[in-house]
């Protein structure tokens, strides 16, 4: 029996959404029984709506060597109304972290994997932001708090960096931003 914690934000408690979420984490049991903790947190963000509720499940899974954490928000990509789809897929997400991390501690998968390698594609200075390009096309947004030991002033564009990647509110960004590189010639 996993130690569960649902904390409910701008949602009235339901004792059937509680049921849910209590099954969903009883599962994890499956993928990985040493799960010590598991905190769920439930809200409707403070934010105007045409239609509806959009619902952000966050999940925070201690185990031993580790900490899996999901952080699903409603986006415009991945906007869900439904709450029971929305704590769906946030435990989806748990189960291939989770299965991740065993195949990790099993010496399945490499520990010592780098984090995604990306370059500064666009800088904001003004404002604060840019975005990185992937090596597969991708552009990621990342804020000036997110780059790491205070060095957004040091990037220009070309810039090598590695980068921690989660769902922002539109769309991919990096977490956090570490420069390993000079710019590209």
Known sequence: MIPLKITWRNVAPSPAIEENIREKAEKLDQFIDEVTNCRVVLEVPHRHQRKGKLYH??????????????????????????????????????????????????????????PPHGRVDRLFPEEGYGFLSTLDGRQIYFHKNSVLEGRFEDLTVGTAVHFTEEDGEKGPQAASVKVVGPPAA
Not at 75 to 88: E, G, L, M, N, W
């Open 57 to 114: 499940v966050r999940l925070d899974i201690k185990v031993p060597g580790g900490e899996v954490v999901i952080n699903r928000e409603p986006d415009k990509r991945s906007a869900r109304a439904d709450v029971y789809v929305s704590i769906q897929e946030a435990f989806d997400a748990a189960r291939r972290q989770l299965q991740d991390h065993v195949r990790r501690r099993r010496g399945d998968i490499k520990g010592h994997e780098l």
